[in-house]
């Protein structure tokens, strides 16, 4: 027999299924050198974004599950285009910012990338969400909490992804996780994260049920999953799974009494 809570927890492993089947049918759009040269800003995107080491490029392969879609380059953080992928149609795209932090860019072209990331983040639109890759042995240097602020400003949801998560034993990354969280907190920003492997392909579903929200996909026409529920953890997710579990035995219980009064 079913509970409220292991329907709930169907729902979202169901949900994320199917947002990762969906995402798998990413193309190659376009690359854009500046802002300016983006395609329209309509439609929905989500961007992913990380130092030139955090691994964006293996991430998106695993979670497209195709293995050249997105190219690193031999030497990080020379690339610095902006490349746009459709997922399905060109209403929905998945966007690869350019990765930064790399020691050997000069000073000048670094505050180049900048200023365009800044752009972006802060004046795009469509942008319905930010997907930020950091290395899980090193989280959250300084230009990644740059990229939060951005976000915060532009009251942006973002969701971490703490990646290379097989590089550490299972309770380093758990402290590494708890870390960060503590992190976020003293910086004053609300943001979900993850665990991460694209070695182990371990984290795929749950990365593919937050981008399926802010894509807004919807599962045999209802969105089964909002995303404030989605992106609940700890005591916060406790709680609404019981207010959750109270509302429907509520609601099972009154279907009984008019059963038997029939």
Not at 145 to 163: F, K, S
Not at 195 to 222: C, H, P, T, V
């Amino acid at each position: 027999m079913s509970t409220p809570f292991t329907d709930v927890a169907a729902e979202h492993a169901l949900f994320n299924t199917k947002s990762r089947q969906k995402i798998q049918q990413t193309e190659f759009m376009m690359s854009a050198p500046t802002f300016r040269l983006c395609p329209p800003d309509m439609g929905l995107e989500v961007a992913f974004a990380g130092r030139s080491n955090a691994g964006k490029s293996s991430a998106i392969n695993a979670l497209t599950n195709q293995r050249q879609l997105a190219r690193s380059s031999k030497t990080p953080g020379r690339t610095q285009m902006i490349n746009f992928f459709s997922i399905g149609d060109a209403d929905r795209r998945l966007v690869d910012l350019p990765g930064y932090g790399y020691a050997a860019v000069p000073l000048e072209m670094k505050k180049e990338w900048q200023v365009e990331l800044e752009e972006y983040l802060v004046a795009r639109s469509s942008l319905a969400g930010l997907v930020l890759m950091t290395d899980i042995r090193h989280p959250l240097k300084f230009f990644d909490e740059q990229m939060l602020r951005w976000a915060n400003d532009g009251e942006l949801p973002v969701h971490i992804l703490l990646t290379k998560a097989d590089k550490l034993k299972y309770g380093a990354s758990k402290n590494a996780l708890l870390n960060t969280r503590k992190r976020l907190k003293e910086l004053g920003l609300n943001c979900s994260i993850q665990l991460f492997s694209a070695l182990r392909k371990e984290g795929l579903d749950e990365l593919a049920g937050i981008m399926g929200n802010w894509y807004e996909y919807q599962l045999d026409a209802d969105k089964i999953i909002e995303s404030s529920f989605a992106l609940l953890e700890g005591a916060e997710l406790e709680e609404a799974i019981e207010k959750d579990s109270i509302e429907k035995g509520a609601i099972e219980k009154e279907s009984a009494q008019k059963d038997s009064t029939q």
